[in-house]
């Protein structure tokens, strides 16, 4: 009898954290939303992770029955597979902005060369050299 109540008791705490969770990733999926960012989705990977590690736990210790484990166990498998998605998804989309800083670039050169400007000027540039006498006698270039 004792054992019940604690497999029960178990259950119910597994149940009571894994419930927000779930409704949060039925929640994006039925609506629109934009992504969280990356810090966002390491928190609930970490929750998740951590929720299975109590729930192999309690399966092991007996806690818990096997079709119990299995059906918590494959919503919070199908959690972390989503979060994952996500996560990669946050990246990509990062990835896409720096391409495009990368485009921006190569078009600002093509423009750069088709005026007849260098790549990149240096402060300065562009100035005649002069001859200066150095103390040995020779000329020496300067840009002034």
Not at 48 to 64: C, I, P
Not at 72 to 91: H, I, N, P, Q
Request: glycine share 8%; no cysteine; aromatic share 6%.
């Amino acid at each position: 009898m004792i054992w019940m109540t604690m497999a029960f008791i178990s259950l119910a705490a597994v149940v009571f954290i894994v419930y927000p969770l779930l409704k949060r990733d039925s929640e994006a999926q039925g609506q629109a939303r934009i992504d969280s960012g990356p810090g966002d989705i390491a928190r609930q990977k970490e929750s998740v992770y951590a929720s299975l590690k109590e729930l192999e736990f309690d399966y092991q210790t007996g806690k818990l029955s096997r079709d119990d484990y299995e059906e918590v166990r494959s919503d919070l498998e199908s959690m972390a597979l989503s979060l994952l998605k996500r996560a990669d998804r946050v990246k990509e989309e990062k990835g896409r902005g720096r391409t495009m800083e990368e485009e921006i670039e190569v078009e600002v050169l093509k423009l750069r060369k088709k005026k007849g400007l260098s790549a990149h000027k240096e402060p300065g540039e562009g100035k005649r050299p002069t001859k200066e006498k150095s103390a040995g006698g020779l000329d020496n270039d300067r840009k002034e």
